[in-house]
């Protein structure tokens, strides 16, 4: 929770920072005094404007790429609706893994483009969590094997990721969100602890 609170500030910060610049920048215009001063105090009123606006953006499911090892807590799937021009979408809830497979102990919510496979997968791994089966996962670039098994067509192994195995590239959004990975799940392996010395 202390990282997403530095975020917001550091983002308000970044803004005090180019207001003052561009408000240092001002005092050197041939401009009447009073347009300064309404200047400064509008920028003024922005950086509170800003510092609260960010806050609300905490609580929703940020559109950015998974980490690399995770585990699933819970999962929501919204499927499309086309008479409401609703592309549909897929959110999960995830918790970092390290390398031992123990959790970061900081939850997040993510944000995944809809596509009917990845649904499907999602609704497994919940069925499984509602049964008392932790689920994990790891991301992949699209492109690798263990994703190219649904895939009908060539793919391009060694191709830069995009938005899905066809196509994308760096001016993708989804690539530029960094949602340019693919989503394999699979059972929570243990934890990998260390040896007990047994004297």
Do not use: C
Request: aromatic share 8%; net charge negative.
């Amino acid at each position: 929770m202390m990282s997403l609170q530095t975020s917001v500030l550091g983002l308000s910060l970044a803004y005090v920072l180019l207001s003052v610049l561009l408000l240092a920048a001002m005092i050197w215009l041939p401009v009447r005094r009073l347009f300064k001063i309404a200047a400064i105090l509008t920028a003024s009123a922005f950086y509170v404007v800003v510092f609260f606006a960010s806050q609300g953006l905490l609580g929703w499911s940020a559109p950015v790429a998974v980490p690399d090892r995770f585990q699933v807590l819970w999962t929501r799937v919204l499927e499309p609706n086309p008479a409401q021009g609703e592309p549909g979408a897929i959110h999960l809830w995830l918790e970092e893994l390290d390398d031992a497979n123990l959790p970061s102990g900081v939850p997040r919510a993510y944000l995944l483009p809809y596509s009917r496979e990845l649904a499907g997968r999602i609704s497994a791994a919940q069925a499984e969590i509602e049964k008392g089966n932790p689920q994990g996962g790891r991301s992949q670039f699209f492109g690798n094997p263990p994703h190219n098994a649904g895939v009908i067509g060539p793919v391009n192994a060694a191709a830069p990721p995009g938005g899905d195995p066809s196509g994308g590239g760096l001016l993708d959004p989804e690539f530029l969100g960094g949602q340019s990975k693919s989503v394999e799940l699979a059972p929570l392996p243990k934890p990998v602890l260390p040896p007990k010395d047994i004297p």
